[in-house]
């Protein structure tokens, strides 16, 4: 715990910095980018290939870095509005349903009709739902189900978003890690997503819960309370 605290302060203490350093690191990274797939094309056939790919993946790995530190930087402002969970929940679906396509996975969204209005911020809200949405899609690597549903607890005032998948699950370890930042159990991972997720939920007053169970699948709960 403390050295996550150590971490985390850290992080804060370099905030601006960071930030601006690191859309530094932007500028030359999509060069680099462009020019390395340049070469990969004009190297097909070539043994030199397989070192362009492992530069090219290399690259992928830090342009994830980059773009998850970005979020990390500034979780601190929080501008909260009113909206709607079905319209973001719908906008988040929209922007990986390509992705979903691509990967053979098929994408079960339940709305119901009437649903209460949060008070949240809604571009950290949807990047919480993104980032819980790409990780069901890397633990659906050989397609599978994903699914989405949005109701809403009467009695007690909350919103309930449940996404589901049917992938690779987690055991007992990975469970007991997942929200530590840096943790990660993929190649390129960050092992930001789950953090700043569990952030900005706690930052909203809300919770967030998991099941899991390893060959079976992950179901993610997010309550917020109704506006
Ligand atoms: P990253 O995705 O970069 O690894 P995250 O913070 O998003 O980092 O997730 C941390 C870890 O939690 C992942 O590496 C993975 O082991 C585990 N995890 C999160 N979501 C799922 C899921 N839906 N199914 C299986 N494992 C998951
Ligand atoms: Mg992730």
Known sequence: L???IVKV????????????????????LTAVSGYLQLLQQHSEGS????????MSAEL?????LVSDFLQLARPGYCKRAQC????????????????????KLAINLETSEDMP???ADSGQLKQVFLNI??????????????SLRVSKDRQQDIVRVVIR??????????LANMFNPFFTTKDSGAGLGMFISKKIIDNHGGHIEIQSEPARGTTVTVLLPVA
């Not at 992080?11 to 350093?21: D, F, K, S």
């Not at 043994?47 to 492992?54: G, V």
């Not at 998948?165 to 990975?174: L, S, V």
């Open 47 to 54: 043994p030199k290939k397989e070192y362009l790919d492992i």
């Open 60 to 64: 992928k790995r830090i342009n994830k």
């Open 2 to 4: 403390e050295s996550t």
């Open 84 to 103: 709607s969970i079905n319209q973001l929940i719908t906008e988040v679906v929209a922007l990986v349903e390509g992705e979903a396509v691509i990967r």
């Open 133 to 146: 949405t790409r990780n069901a899609f890397e633990a659906l690597p050989a397609g599978g189900e994903l």
């Open 9 to 28: 302060e850290k992080l804060a203490i370099l905030g601006q910095l960071a930030t601006e350093m690191i859309h530094e690191i932007r500028n030359p």
């Open 117 to 119: 209005i949060v008070n």
């Open 165 to 174: 998948d049917t992938g690779k699950g987690m055991d007992k370890q990975t």
